[in-house]
C-alpha cells in the first residue's frame, strides 16, 4: 500500500460548474502526478508537483490547474468544467524511481 | 515530442508465453517503464528498464535496446489473472510519464 488516496471517488457536475480534485499521500514524497485516462488515450499527464508550489503543466494541462499548500496534498481544479474533461483521474507519487509510480484508486468525474 | 507506439491488443491461452511490444521516439531518454492495469482498477508498475538487456521479475521480463528504441514486455506461463492492459511509458527526469496506449491482453482457457 502506497499509502495514497484520492477523493472523491466518483463525481456527476454540470457544465460550467468549478470541481477540485483531492489526492492526499502520507509518504512525504516530493513528486506527485495527474493524469487522465480515456479509451483509445491511455493514460495522459495533466500536470505535476515536484515540491510544495513547484508544479509543471503536462500534456494536456489546458483547462485545468493545480495547487500544492503541503507536500501530502495535490489539488487539480476544473475552473470551468466541459463535457470533453469526463474522465477517470489518477493521481500518482514516485516509488524508487520517478519512472516507478504509484498510483491511487482514481476518480471518476462525469460532466453532463 | 514524445510516442510510444504499442499493438492495441493481444489474445492467448493459459500456460503459453506472449511478448507486448513497444516502439518509442523520445527527445529525451529516461527509460522505459510497463505497468498493468486489470478493468476498473488503477495502473500498476511492473518494471524498468534504463539500460539495454533483459530485466527479469518473476513470470515477467523486460527488454529494451536503445539502438533501436524498442522494448518489450515478456509473460511468461500465463495465467488467467494475467488478462488486463498493458501499457510501456518514458518520459523525462521528473517523472512526466508519456504512455502509450496500452494493450488489451486477453488469456484463453
Known sequence: DAGITQS????????????????????????????????????????????????????????????????????????????????????????????????????????? | GQSLEQPSEVTAVEGAIVQINCTYQTSGFYGLSWYQQHDGGAPTFLSYNALDGLEETGRFSSFLSRSDSYGYLLLQELQMKDSASYFCASGGSQGNLIFGKGTKLSVKP
Open chain 1, 8 to 112: 472523491p471517488r466518483h463525481k456527476v457536475t454540470e457544465t460550467g460548474t468549478p470541481v477540485t480534485l483531492r489526492c492526499h499521500q502520507t509518504e512525504n514524497h516530493r513528486y506527485m502526478y495527474w493524469y487522465r485516462q480515456d479509451p483509445g488515450h491511455g493514460l495522459r499527464l495533466i500536470h505535476y508537483s515536484y515540491g510544495v508550489k513547484d508544479t509543471d503543466k503536462g500534456e494536456v494541462s489546458d483547462g485545468y490547474s493545480v495547487s500544492r499548500s503541503k507536500t501530502e496534498d495535490f489539488l487539480l481544479t476544473l475552473e470551468s468544467a466541459t463535457s470533453s474533461q469526463t474522465s477517470v483521474y489518477f493521481c500518482a507519487i514516485n516509488g524508487q524511481g520517478n519512472n516507478e509510480q504509484f498510483f491511487g484508486p482514481g476518480t471518476r468525474l462525469t460532466v453532463l
